[in-house]
């Protein structure tokens, strides 16, 4: 109680001598101002936004961001209700990845606090976060596939909020064993955080739909190049770090994979549409009937 007394009343003494005026009853502890919303879109037509659902990290100020790709979301499931489509499954879907992004990208700032004091660890899970952005969230959000029916499955299929945070914990902890040696730490050894590379500056010249997989290769096969590097900053204990092995490993098959959809409309390519259904043919099959019998003439649809 003096302590916080003693904090409060370097600004607030009025508090102070009210507090002190009094008898304390009790007190609470509050260990954080953080909070999460289990749902933000439903079925039944309600929709939760921006701060009223969650708490964002203030550090980058992404809170506006995030509640312009809410409001996006929400118009496509208005539009496709006004059109007649069961939107319950999309607004689900919708609902699946705003949560993965906003959990994504609040966590990942929050982590910072805890190497902040230390440069090395701090400007490389900055370069990562920065990397992830530009080639992965923003090409996204750029060719609609946020509020898109097919593109949105496609984010929910292989973005999941655990295999994020999985991929990031590995990395963190590489990056935390390496920054241990003191000659790792040194100037020379840093790069440089926000990089035409890592800010993906040849896909923003058109920022076209057809070059996403090539972005998404470029940043899989640059986090290889990365965890290599830093492995080989570990000499022979490199060699023994298997679980590291098996995510460089993954991130080349995941790029190489990739490769066969260059130039490719994610949306469009047969090999996606075929993996992945739209759940509004039911809803579609309705409108058109709907159509048919307002007709003056009697079609096949």
């Known amino acids: ?29 509050y260990s954080s101002y953080m909070w999460e919303c289990r749902q933000r879109y439903s079925p039944d037509r309600w929709y939760i936004i921006g701060d009223a659902g969650d708490t964002v990290d203030p550090l980058y100020s992404v809170g506006m961001a995030l509640s312009t790709v809410q409001i996006r979301q929400i118009a496509a499931i208005i539009e496709r209700d006004s059109h007649g489509f069961d939107t319950a499954e999309f607004t689900k879907d919708l609902d699946t990845a705003i949560t993965t992004l906003q959990r994504a990208v609040t966590r990942d700032t ?17 370069h990562l976060a920065v990397t992830e952005i530009f080639h992965l969230a923003l090409p996204l959000l750029m060719n609609d596939y946020y509020w898109d029916p097919l593109g949105v499955q496609v984010i929910n299929r292989f973005l999941t909020l655990r295999s994020l945070q999985d ?43 057809q070059e ?6 470029r940043m899989l096969f640059s986090l290889a ?35 066969f959809f260059h ?31 307002d007709s003056d003439e009697v079609r096949c649809v």
């Not at 302590?3 to 609470?28: K, P, Y």
């Not at 996403?212 to 290769?217: D, K, M």
Request: with cysteine.
């Open 263 to 293: 130039g490719t409309k994610l949306r469009e390519s047969r090999l996606v549409r075929m993996g992945f259904r739209e759940r509004s043919g039911g809803a579609s099959d309705r409108r058109a009937t709907l159509q048919v019998r």
């Open 110 to 126: 929050t982590q910072l606090y805890e190497c902040m004091q230390d440069a090395y660890q701090c400007h490389l899970r900055v």
């Open 212 to 217: 996403i997989p090539v972005s998404l290769s």
């Open 167 to 209: 991929d990031i914990k590995g990395f963190q902890g590489l990056i935390r064993e390496v920054g241990a040696d003191p000659k790792n730490r040194e100037l020379q050894n840093f790069i440089k955080v926000q990089s035409g590379a890592s800010m993906n500056s040849q896909f923003y010249e058109y920022h076209r739909d």
């Open 1 to 29: 109680m003096e302590q916080f007394l003693q904090c409060v009343g370097r600004e607030h003494e009025v508090i102070v001598e009210l507090v002190r005026s009094g008898t304390v009853a009790d007190t609470n502890f």
């Open 225 to 259: 190049r990365l965890r290599l590097a830093l492995l080989r900053k570990l000499g022979w204990r490199g060699l023994i770090r298997f679980s590291q092995h098996r995510s460089l490993l993954k991130d080349v098959i995941r790029g190489l994979v990739l490769s």
